[in-house]
């Protein structure tokens, strides 16, 4: 008889090949800039996430989650202990291409997500 179950290190390897896969695009950093803002597009272990791009006050990451994928904005003084904003977003490039797409001066919230997973920014802009 044949083991069948998936070990945790089976899983975490499949689902980094997945991660791979979705967030390649942020890896190219050729996706068009905002003014003021700079395209980063390389991954970050203090997170575990691809930062997209930052700003003197913001940095925008996308981060793997278990279940989905989620945007994280973050304020950069506060840069990598917290973020104040999550989006969550199915599995797939839909989060790394709302990233990219979301200029987040002039835009409250990046479009498509499926929930907010926090904001602690209330109403400040």
Same mark, same amino acid.
């Not at 979705?22 to 890896?27: N, P, Q, V």
């Not at 904003?85 to 498509?112: F, H, Q, S, V």
């Given at each position: 008889?044949?083991?069948?179950?998936?070990?945790?290190?089976?899983?975490?390897?499949? %689902?980094?090949?997945?991660?791979?896969?979705?967030?390649?695009?942020?890896?190219?950093?050729?996706?068009?800039?905002?003014?003021?803002?700079? #395209?980063?597009?390389?991954?970050?272990?203090?997170?575990?996430?691809?930062?997209?791009?930052?700003?003197?006050?913001?940095?925008?990451?996308?981060?793997?989650? %278990?279940? #989905?994928?989620?945007? %994280?904005?973050?304020?950069?003084?506060?840069?990598?202990?917290?973020?104040?904003?999550?989006?969550?977003?199915?599995?797939?490039?839909?989060?790394?291409?709302?990233?990219?797409?979301? #200029?987040?001066?002039?835009?409250?919230?990046?479009?498509?997500?499926?929930?907010?997973?926090?904001?602690?920014?209330?109403?400040?802009?």
């Amino acid at each position: 008889m044949t083991d069948t179950h998936a070990t945790f290190d089976d899983l975490t390897e499949a %689902l980094d090949a997945l991660a791979a896969r979705d967030f390649a695009i942020l890896t190219a950093a050729d996706y068009p800039a905002f003014e003021g803002w700079e #395209n980063v597009g390389e991954y970050d272990p203090n997170i575990e996430a691809m930062v997209v791009r930052r700003s003197s006050d913001w940095i925008v990451s996308v981060a793997p989650m %278990l279940f #989905n994928n989620r945007i %994280l904005l973050s304020r950069t003084d506060e840069y990598p202990l917290h973020w104040v904003a999550g989006w969550c977003y199915d599995k797939g490039p839909a989060a790394p291409l709302a990233a990219i797409a979301w #200029n987040p001066d002039t835009d409250r919230e990046p479009a498509g997500y499926k929930k907010v997973a926090a904001d602690s920014r209330k109403d400040q802009r």
